[in-house]
């Protein structure tokens, strides 16, 4: 049996050790900090801490221990302050925020001092494949094992705290902890290394807005936000937050019962939240045609993030920042969905009367198949996206007319594709109604002729449009487009070759030589105001497209020349051995001729023809 | 679909019948039926509200809370049904609708963001818990000595000061919980930070303010008057107070950002029948927040922080007269203020999370009721559109 004096001894020294360091006490404890002086006083340090902490094990209640095991309690709690002082010390002298250049390629993947996980093995998974310009395959089937926790090719740790830190905060920890004191550990190491965090995310140029803040600014400015937002998000998850769990893990690892996983929610779940909301802002902004593509960019971002969301947000505490994140991408889905459904609407419910001058493209004609050229861009998220097919007819049940859509016709074709094929059915009949206000029918088919041949050169120029589209759908696009042309020429002259029929004109008799001259006049007559007419209107006309405009003046050419000059050989005789024929006989051949090449220029012409030279 | 033409007249029909205004129709009938079901169920539930809270305690508990959380998705769907279901769209399109319907949707816009700030607050209560529990877990050691004292001290200290932080101010809370300065700092602003446990990444963005929210809430918050209380507008009109109580009662529970000046009284017509339990706890909210400002102590009207921090500030007494052993009365206090703060902590433990869930799904609701009805309203403008 020991005297107590002896017991005692070494444990005054270990009082002694601790109590010099007592900051509440001392002036010089204030200003030096323990772990800044030589290893020794380190060690002695922890020693005396231990010693205190082992004695207390073996404490008893009753009288003069009690003094004793009190002395003890407070010497511990000394130690305690002190280390937890210490602690935070240590961990600010390494908070440096991580540099954005730091997550260049080359500084990573080349520093052997940086990550020692096998994440270094796949020398293809540079980091630049962060950029959001690059749908990065690799990443998608190399993050879709997630067996094990650096399986995911993308995640980038950091060593955020230099090894001989990591011992030392190691071997506060343990004491803390096993002192009890494992409340205060987390509290401490969770408002430094929030800071941390904090000070990262503004090098990244991430913004806090509310809601509020997001619907009020204007979409161009947004869709600059959403960019940085990509980008930055990925930097965030797979090297900010993945670095963070791992520090938790190289500090707390073996101490305590899930203490690490404890002090990585202190430290991120706010940043995360903070970073998943702007997302979430945009996802519920009020949708309107023009954002598809930057929503479709976000989500296409997002969704490339959660199997490195899922990996460093694994543990049962962190579920709710994974179910956010799902939520949000569904959101973003939905938003894609209800947008593309927009456009539809809108599409069809283009309200503008104003017909356009010349009967040339409707600027609707251009914006739709601008935007589903885009789409056909974006068709490989979209293909997953986009699930039912265009809701046709019910949705339009109070407006008599709807245009239709078999769908039998288009067995095998996606989704997606069928709504293409929707929207440029609704744009067509759209734009027929917009041809109803031309007050000239013939104007009406040209300009139906125009857009729809700007539809099929659309298409036919993407090879992705024209692939969704199909080529039987395009035969019919085309078989249209025939038709309006023929419409237009029925429109227009059969009128004007009218008057160049034989019917009537023969008289039977007995003096006249067979031919009424003054129905032939008549006739001439007609022909001459009617061809003027036309020509001076449609000259003004426009078909954009040059071969378009060659082909239709060449169709007028093949009805019209033929019959005026055949009209011309039979009865010119008939006008010229008569007076004043040249009021009658105004336009040789070739003035017609002429004449056609200035249809559809788009510009008026001079009135003055020449005249038939004699 | 090749019976446009009947399809045609039919629904030409229907929509001339609904805009007649005095109409002997069937459905207008079932329609009055529904909106007074409505104002009877949004009073019922706020009298059972009522009833859940005793006198003596403050109303703002965090079970409270949730109950109210759940009468608010209760009442929300029964309004999204009275709204939308089997409706011409083009109704909500029209007059005072067209003004109302779109002032509620931007409520409900400044509501979404409000319950992102509640959600933060959360977290800071649970900061005060996590305190609380340092202190329980320090005087749950037997025998308490000076060590424990000390130790409970210390986090006793740092839940006062954080308790007591004025939003918005800059304060001094963080400096304490160093236990003393230290020369060779990295850097002034890097100590003075150190141990501010308001995280930066906790807050709204900047400038933002609960209090100014509210109060934008509630701008334009008439109830409707003379022909426009009947029909849909009434309807809107309580739903609109029914989130902006919500809301407010949120914002004075639980720490938001900026809540100086948040408003303590709402312009709710007295005489409203399905309105009375509400007013009355309007005013006992109210009446606390007013008090708990006169103090200076506005962390919060939550009735679980309330508690922290009476038992705190008697532990505080305590802990400073405290000398090795202490006396058996005083420990036995002591020991039974412990027991109730340990009786808190697992109250908060088993209630904030559920409660930051409940948040986020009243956020989920809203925003989805607000996207079917932004959708009603697009169909129904196009409808009235002229089109070919």
Known sequence: MEPPEDKRAPLDAAEEVILRWDSTASEEARERMIFESDR????????????????????????????????????????????????????????????????????????????????????????????????????????????????????????????????????????????????????????????????????????????????????????????????????CVRVVFASEKKLCEQIFEGIGTAVDDACFMETVKGPAIQLFNFAEAISISRRSPEKLFKILDLHDGLMDLIPDIDVVFESKSSESIRVQAAEILSRLAEAARGILSEFENAVLREPSRVPVPGGTIHPLTRYVMNYISLISDYKQTLNELIVSKPSTGTRYSSDPTTPDMEFAELEGKTPLALHLIWVIVILQFNLEGKSKHYKDLSLAHLFMMNNVHYIVEKVKGSPELREMIGDDYLKKLTGKLRQAATNYLRATWVRVLYSLRDEGLHVSGSFSSGVSKSALRERFKSFNAMFEEVHRTQATWLIPDVQLREELRISISEKLIPAYRSFLGRFRSHIESGKHPENYIKYSVEDLEAAVLDFFEGFPVSQHLRRRSQ | ??????????????????????????????????????????????????????????????????????????????FKAVLLMGRDPSQISKPPLDRLVPEFLDRVVKALDVCNAAAHGVESVRHYQKLAEIVVAAFEQKPIGDGQVRRAKKALNSLMLTLEDKEGSTHKSAERTWSFGRR?????????????????????????????????????????????SSGLALPVYIMSTIMVFVMWALVAAIPCQERNGLLTHFPVPRQLGWAQSMIVLQDRIAEEWKKKKEKNKLA???????????????????????????????????????????EICKKMEEGLVPLQQQIREVFHRVVRSRTEILDVLDQGGKMSAPTM
Not at chain 1, 138 to 155: G, V
Not at chain 2, 321 to 327: A, C, R, V
Request: aromatic share 6%; glycine share 4%.
């Open chain 1, 40 to 235: 020794q006083e380190v060690d002695r340090y922890l020693q005396a801490v231990d010693e205190i902490q082992l004695s207390l094990s073996s404490v008893s209640l009753s009288g003069d221990e009690q003094q004793s095991g009190n002395k003890a309690n407070s010497t511990i709690q000394i130690a305690m302050a002190r280390l937890e002082d210490e602690f935070r010390n240590i961990l600010l002298n390494h908070t440096s925020p991580i540099e954005p250049d730091s997550f260049d390629s080359t500084a990573l993947s080349a520093d052997p001092g940086s990550s020692s996980r096998s994440s270094i093995d796949t020398p293809s998974a540079e980091l630049d494949e962060l950029d959001d310009d690059h749908l990065n395959e690799e990443d998608l089937s190399a993050s879709s094992d997630r067996s094990s926790y650096r399986s995911t090719s993308s995640i980038r740790e950091i060593d955020l705290v230099p090894s001989e830190a990591v011992l030392d905060l190691r071997s506060i920890a343990e004491r803390m902890v096993s002192a009890g004191y494992l409340r205060e550990c987390i509290q401490v190491y969770g408002s430094v290394r929030k800071l941390a965090v904090d000070a990262s995310f503004r090098r990244l140029g991430i913004e806090k807005l509310s809601i509020g803040d997001v619907q009020r600014l204007e979409w161009e400015q947004l869709e600059t936000k959403i960019r940085r937002w990509i980008r930055a998000a990925k930097v």
């Open chain 2, 1 to 78: 679909m090749r019976a446009t033409d009947n399809q045609g007249s039919f629904l030409n029909r229907i929509s001339i019948r609904r805009n007649q205004v005095v109409s002997m129709d069937g459905n207008h009938e079932q329609e009055l039926e529904d909106l007074d079901l409505f104002q009877k169920h949004v009073a019922d539930r706020f009298s059972d509200l009522l009833s859940s809270t005793s006198d003596d305690d403050s109303v703002l508990s965090i079970a409270w809370l949730r109950k109210l959380l759940d009468a608010f998705l209760c009442c929300e769907a029964e």
């Open chain 2, 184 to 228: 060779g700092a990295p850097s002034n602003k890097d100590r003075s930070t150190a141990g501010n446990f308001r995280s930066l990444s906790w807050t709204m963005s900047k400038g933002w303010s609960a209090a100014k929210q509210i109060q934008a809430m509630s701008a334009n918050l008439v109830a409707p008057r003379g022909g426009e």
């Open chain 2, 300 to 342: 919060g009207l939550l009735e679980e922080t309330q508690r922290l921090e009476r038992l705190g500030l008697s532990l505080i007494e305590f802990s400073d007269s405290f000398q090795f052993p202490g006396e058996a009365e005083r420990l036995e206090e002591v020991a039974a203020q412990v027991s109730e703060l340990s």
